[in-house]
C-alpha cells in the first residue's frame, strides 16, 4: 500500500512540475530607492519569479520546451509618501514592463506577442512576504498586477493558436480587475484611461474581434506556414496586417493597436524587408494610415530586398 501512495504521490508531483505554463525571467531594478538595503529587493524578485514560474495558471499539462517564454522588468524609482511628504514603509512606485514571445512552428523564429510598460504601477512589500492568488476574493495589488499579467501572456499566446482560444484566460484577467476595484492603487479602473481594465476589457469586446482574428491568423495560419510554404504564409501574414485599417477606422485611437504596435512594428517591418515591392504595397500603405509617427520608416521600406 505505502508503495502505491508513493508512486501516486509521484505522478501527481509530476504532473503538478509540468503544469507550470510559463518561463519568465524577473528582474527587479531599485537603483533609484538606494537608501532601502538590497536585500528587499532581491527577495522581491526571488519571490516574483517563484510565484510567476511555479503557480499553475491552467489546467493543461506543458512539456518544458512548450512552456511560454516571457519576461517581467520592474522598475521601482521611488518610495511612496505620505501627505506630509513623509516616506511610507514599504510602499513603493515604479513601472511593470511585460513581454512574452512565442516559437514560430518548425523554426528557431520567436514572434513578440506582448510589449507592454505599465505606469500605474504602485504596491506594498514586505520583505520574503508570500504571494498568494485566489480566484475568488481580493488580493494585494502586487499579486494582483502579477497575476493579471500572467493571464494575459497566455491568453494572447492561446489565442494565436485557435480562433478566440484566449477566451478563459483573459476571463481570468478580466476577474481579477473585477476584484481589484476597492484596491487604492491605481490601474484597474474604468475611470482612468489606457490601463489595465482597458487592455483586457478592449480584447474581451466584440468591436476587437477583428483584432483577434488578426492575431490568429498572422501567426497559425501565416508564420506557421513560412517553414513549408514561404510565400502562402507571408501573404496571409500581409492580409492579416491590412485588417488593421477597419479597427482604425472604427477605434482610430484604440489602445489595442497602441499596444499592437508597440509588439509588433518592429517584426513587421522586418518582413517588409525582406518583401518584393508589388507584395508589400497595400501593406504598407495601411500601416502609414494606421501608424502614421512611423510613415516615414514605412516610406524606406518601397525598396527591393537584398538577397
Request: glycine share 4%; charged share 20%; aromatic share 12%.
Amino acid at each position: 500500500m505505502k508503495r502505491i501512495i508513493i508512486i501516486i504521490a509521484v505522478l501527481v508531483s509530476v504532473v503538478a512540475a509540468n503544469a507550470q505554463e510559463l518561463k519568465c525571467n524577473v528582474t527587479v531594478n531599485s537603483s533609484q530607492v538606494a537608501q532601502v538595503e538590497k536585500d528587499i529587493f532581491d527577495a522581491l524578485q526571488k519571490g516574483v519569479y517563484e510565484f510567476v514560474n511555479n503557480t499553475a495558471w491552467t489546467e493543461d499539462v506543458f512539456a518544458n520546451e512548450e512552456k511560454i517564454e516571457a519576461a517581467i522588468f520592474i522598475n521601482i524609482t521611488e518610495q511612496k509618501k505620505d501627505g506630509q511628504g513623509q516616506v511610507i514603509a514599504d510602499q513603493y512606485k515604479g513601472t511593470i514592463s511585460v513581454q512574452s514571445r512565442r516559437r514560430v512552428y518548425n523554426s528557431t523564429y520567436d514572434c513578440q506577442m506582448l510589449n507592454f510598460q505599465d505606469n500605474n504601477f504602485e504596491f506594498s512589500y514586505q520583505p520574503f512576504q508570500p504571494f498568494y492568488y485566489s480566484k475568488t476574493s481580493s488580493m494585494s495589488n502586487l499579486t494582483a498586477v502579477i497575476a493579471f499579467y500572467c493571464y494575459m501572456i497566455i491568453g494572447l499566446d492561446y489565442d494565436s493558436f485557435s480562433p478566440n482560444g484566449g477566451d478563459k484566460y483573459l476571463n481570468e484577467a478580466m476577474n481579477i480587475v473585477n476584484m481589484s476595484q476597492n484596491l487604492p492603487e491605481p490601474g484597474w479602473k474604468a475611470s482612468e484611461t489606457n490601463n489595465r481594465y482597458y487592455m483586457v476589457n478592449d480584447y474581451l469586446n466584440p468591436a476587437f474581434k477583428t483584432l483577434r482574428e488578426l492575431m490568429y491568423k498572422y501567426h497559425r495560419t501565416g508564420y506557421d506556414v513560412m517553414s513549408t510554404d514561404l510565400t502562402t504564409g507571408r501573404t496571409t501574414v500581409l492580409l492579416a496586417i491590412q485588417s488593421l485599417e477597419q479597427i482604425w477606422s472604427q477605434r482610430p485611437n484604440a489602445f489595442l493597436l497602441q499596444i499592437f504596435f508597440s509588439t509588433k512594428r518592429n517584426e513587421i517591418m522586418d518582413l517588409l524587408k525582406a518583401t518584393k515591392v508589388a507584395d508589400k504595397t497595400e501593406a504598407i500603405r495601411v500601416l502609414k494610415k494606421v501608424d502614421p509617427s512611423q510613415g516615414s520608416k514605412y516610406d524606406a521600406l518601397m525598396v527591393e530586398p537584398q538577397n
